[in-house]
């Protein structure tokens, strides 16, 4: 059974970056998509990023603060989710999650079926 665990997450300062981490076990990540999901306090889940299972299309939201990036190393089964220029607004729980492979990867949340517990992100000065 494939399970996913992010890590990455901590309390950064307004400008700063952090770099998330999805790791896999039970399975390999090869043949999924993967997504960036986040949910604020009080504010549904949103996608922010995603990418196909070869790596060759990704996909993040122009937020207006944050700024992602996403990468994948199937070699070392995970995900990263790079994100820069953090501000208040990017206070959330973010999740990756896992989905069957498809054209363009999705940021809808019911295109994933495998899904992270997630990792913090506080941002504040």
């Known amino acids: 059974q494939l399970q996913l665990v992010e890590s990455g997450g901590g309390l950064v300062r307004p400008g700063g970056s952090l770099r998330l981490s999805c790791a896999a076990s039970?399975?390999?990540?090869?043949?999924?998509?993967i997504g960036w999901f986040r949910q604020a306090p009080g504010k549904e889940r949103e996608g922010v990023s995603c990418?196909?299972?070869?790596?060759?299309?990704?996909f993040s939201v122009d937020s207006g603060h944050g700024q992602f990036t996403i990468s994948r190393d199937n070699a070392e089964n995970t995900v990263y989710l790079h994100i820069d220029s953090l501000s208040p607004e990017d206070t959330a729980v973010y999740y990756c999650?896992?989905?069957?492979?498809?054209?363009?990867?999705?940021?809808?949340?019911?295109?994933?079926?495998?899904w992270g517990r997630g990792t913090q992100i506080a941002v504040s000065s």
């Open positions: 999650a896992g989905g069957a492979a498809r054209s363009l990867c999705s940021l809808e949340s019911s295109q994933y079926d495998y």
């Open positions: 990418i196909d299972s070869r790596g060759s299309t990704m």
């Open positions: 039970g399975s390999t990540l090869d043949a999924l998509d």
